[in-house]
């Protein structure tokens, strides 16, 4: 079985601290990858993104601004438009939301595995 990554540093235990900060929690990664694809206003990334409330949204947007992981502009129009577009930052979350996706489908088929009792072959290959 392999081990866990040792965290003896208190240099590595606080990078992964803030790692959590900047990527954790319910809302950030699908906040970034539906910037990412696309959904650049507000009430469109808040319509593409099942569940979250206004608020949460905008607290999120900026977290994620602050972290320089989307960058926010506002345009001068009538009416006034924002726009938030990733990055070059944020591509530093495609490895890790392709990990995340890997790992949930490997769960998924463990969690199966232990209610129905029968095994079957993970498949958790993400290109």
């Known amino acids: 079985m392999k081990r866990c990554p040792p965290l003896g540093d208190p240099a590595a235990l606080r990078a992964l601290q803030d790692a959590l900060y900047v990527v954790g929690g319910k809302w950030k990664l699908p906040i970034v990858q539906s910037i990412c694809n696309g959904n650049h206003r ?6 593409s993104i099942p569940g979250i409330t206004t608020r949460m949204l905008s607290k ?3 977290e994620l601004e602050m972290n320089g992981i989307i960058s926010r502009t506002v345009h001068a129009d ?7 577009e990733p990055t070059d930052y ?14 949930g489908l490997v769960h998924q088929q463990k969690m199966k595995q232990e209610l129905t ?3 079957r ?7």
């Open 42 to 47: 507000f009430r469109d990334i808040e319509r």
């Open 60 to 62: 999120e947007l900026k």
């Open 117 to 119: 009792g029968r095994p």
């Open 78 to 84: 009538i009416p006034v438009t924002v726009l938030y």
């Open 121 to 127: 072959p993970a498949t958790a290959s993400v290109a």
């Open 90 to 103: 944020s591509k530093v979350y495609g490895p890790i939301i392709m990990a995340m996706i890997e790992f």
